[in-house]
């Protein structure tokens, strides 16, 4: 995957310098946790503190994500978008996704268009086309870019690209088989997007790409079946030449997840390309290299290494020229954190290989990872990258101390700017990198909520979607700490904060629901249309409601 980076020490200068002039004042970065209770309702206990929890902050930086997200399809305001930067706007989008998928999971009782409308919206932009969009859209800033060598190579055909003839294999264009740096992105965004909300909307689309992965995967392409399939690696490319761990890592959680909720058995198309990733691209300390040329790209020109790069082979590093592969920490801890559903055991052994080799320290409550032990001084987009990478991994490693110090030090250096209406808030990070802004957002979401990336390989069971659930509120004056029914104890969590009077619509109650603070009975729901409706006025509510009466 080529991505023009930002490779800048002055970066790094300002962050060192920063969290050093800012001494003690800065503690861990997550914020309190959320106020809880112990209430006991018909001889039954709930304690809230059992149940996930989201804070104000992590709320807060949603709505912040929204204003960004709910623009138009074709407007980027506030994304800070320079032509360096272009080709990874759709990794913000991707990864935004991966972030508050999380949340929903947290709240998962409160399912309303708050979180629903954000999350087609992501989907929605990712798939912006040139035609409609222009300059604009995502297939325009991903795949028709002058820069990276194949502007005009918008269709192309395996192994030879220029003069093909009826034995090669047509392996499309952006939308299909060799950009699995978009397709994987896309579909998996669809995928989480059934698993939220369960509208099967974006079945047919999803469902198309697995179908194609297999054929990639398990044949020639011609209809003949191949281990290793077309690129004979058990991989697919980012483009028509290269394959890395890191981008094939989504549609393998893509497919564990489909053979999750449907019941299919896709996994085994993987095997050979698992393999290949955990013996053949590796580097001396067994960790993933970044990246494994299938053939010579077009036009691949590099007279400047002494030691000739293999074709196929894994890619070369032009940084100690001696003959060993290319290495990124943000690919590592990418891979790492999106396999370890499928390979625990890898994840579970790398890891503080990864830490040793990558790491550095600063003080004892602070750390950052470098992209690469092979240019240890610099420090761009790709370091940034591995930092937030990693802090996601940290957690779902149940390593809080690593997650603690690298959060420390990638977010302390920047003011929080909350909205002026108090419902937004955001780290202002326009003196030094603009473009991470929008990251230290959702990367704060996906290194603090209770839920991982490998959680989300597991569905929502069949009988989720009769529980009761929240699927209509004054969205926009309230703050969901706490969303679940609990199917045990027959009772729904509800830890809120009201700003203003706000209706809630409550689904799926087979009778009139009974609300419950601090053991007592409170409120009155309304009947409507097969639903209840209840309303709180401005305060902070730990409610149980469980079923009532007829």
Not at 414 to 431: E, F, I, Q, T
Not at 522 to 533: H, S
Request: charged share 15%; aromatic share 16%.
């Amino acid at each position: 995957m080529t991505i023009s980076i930002k490779n800048n020490k002055f970066i790094l200068t300002v962050l060192v310098l920063a969290i050093v002039l800012a001494g003690m004042t800065f503690g861990n970065i997550p914020g309190s946790a959320t106020s809880t209770s112990v209430q006991v309702v018909d001889g039954t206990t709930y304690n809230f503190a059992d149940y996930p929890a989201l804070t104000h902050e992590q709320i807060a930086v949603f709505n912040y994500l929204d204003t960004l997200v709910s623009q138009p399809y074709g407007s980027w305001d506030g994304w800070y978008i320079y032509p360096e930067v272009v080709s990874l706007v759709h990794y913000q989008l991707a990864f935004m996704t991966y972030s508050i998928a999380r949340m929903f999971e947290v709240t998962n009782g409160y399912r309303t268009g708050y979180y629903s409308d954000v999350a087609y919206d992501l989907i929605k932009k990712m798939n912006t086309t040139e035609e409609v969009y222009h300059n604009n859209s995502i297939e325009s800033m991903e795949w028709l870019r002058p820069s990276i060598g194949y502007a005009n190579w918008t269709e192309y055909y395996y192994p030879d690209p220029i003069n093909h003839d009826a034995d090669d294999v047509y392996t499309g264009g952006y939308r299909e088989p060799a950009n699995i740096m978009w397709t994987a992105h896309y579909a998996l965004m669809e995928l989480l997007h059934e698993r939220s909300f369960n509208t099967g909307e974006f079945f047919d689309e999803y469902n198309w790409y697995m179908e194609d992965w297999n054929n990639s995967l398990t044949t020639d392409g011609l209809g003949n079946a191949t281990e290793g399939g077309i690129w004979e690696c058990g991989l697919i490319p980012c483009q028509p030449y290269e394959v890395w761990t890191q981008c094939n890592s989504i549609p393998i959680l893509f497919t564990e997840l489909y053979d999750n909720m449907f019941g299919s058995n896709y996994m085994p198309i993987w095997d050979y390309g698992l393999n290949f990733m955990n013996t053949v691209m590796q580097d001396q300390y067994g960790l993933f290299v970044d990246g494994y040329f299938v053939q010579e790209p077009m036009g691949y020109m590099d007279t400047h290494l002494s030691t000739q790069q293999p074709f196929p082979g894994n890619q070369l590093d032009a940084y100690i020229d001696d003959g060993r592969p290319y290495v990124s920490a943000y690919g590592v801890a990418w891979s790492m954190l999106f396999l370890e559903y499928t390979q625990e055991n890898e994840t579970i052994h790398d890891y503080p290989i990864f830490l040793d080799v990558y790491g550095k320290d600063i003080s004892g409550d602070k750390m950052y990872i470098i992209d690469s032990y092979n240019n240890p001084s610099g420090f761009g987009t790709y370091d940034i990258l591995a930092n937030l990478y990693t802090v996601a991994l940290a957690l779902q490693r149940g390593d809080l101390t690593t997650r603690d110090r690298i959060l420390n030090f990638l977010w302390s250096p920047y003011n929080k700017v909350w909205s002026p209406d108090g419902r937004a808030m955001h780290w202002d990070s326009l003196a030094v990198e603009p473009f991470l802004q929008s990251s230290l957002g959702y990367g704060y979401i996906w290194a603090t909520v209770p839920v991982t990336v490998k959680d989300l390989a597991e569905p929502r069971p069949t009988e989720f979607w009769d529980y009761p659930y929240i699927s209509e509120a004054n969205d926009d004056v309230i703050w969901v700490y706490q969303a679940h029914w609990d199917p045990v104890s027959g009772g729904f969590i509800l830890n809120i904060r009201v700003d203003e009077t706000a209706e809630l619509t409550f689904s799926n109650f087979a009778s009139s629901p009974i609300a419950y603070s601090g053991g007592v009975m409170f409120g009155e729901f309304v009947a409507a249309e097969g639903n209840y409706k209840l309303t709180l006025e401005p305060g902070t509510y730990h409610l149980v409601i469980v079923e009532g009466g007829m």
